[in-house]
């Protein structure tokens, strides 16, 4: 993999579009804007995705350190179904790009 490193932290970015560059290189696909387009849009879902957890999880945490497991356990169950929702729209609106 080839990082590209600016002010000691490694460019997300750049990264994604040297792997569509390696694998023009590797396979011979022609790398067109479309294709960088899609995979900045996969990139994009695995971010907000890991991100909602992230946000989730500390609220969860957070809840029960307060000692309201109940309400804990019915965050958690809405979480659960909204991330579901998050998922299925993020790969229909990824499907009509």
Do not use: C, H, P, W
Not at 60 to 86: P, W
């Amino acid at each position: 993999m080839v990082y590209i490193r600016r002010r000691g932290k490694r460019s997300g970015v750049r990264l994604i579009l040297y792997r569509v560059v390696y694998l023009k290189r590797i396979r011979e696909i022609k790398v067109s804007r479309f294709l960088v387009l899609v995979v900045l849009m996969a990139s994009l879902i695995v971010y907000i995705i890991f991100l909602f957890n992230l946000a989730t999880s500390v609220y969860i945490m957070r809840l029960v350190d307060q000692n309201k497991l109940e309400q804990a356990g019915k965050f958690n169950g809405q979480a659960a179904k909204i991330l579901a929702v998050i998922t299925v729209v993020m790969v229909v609106a990824q499907a009509f790009l």
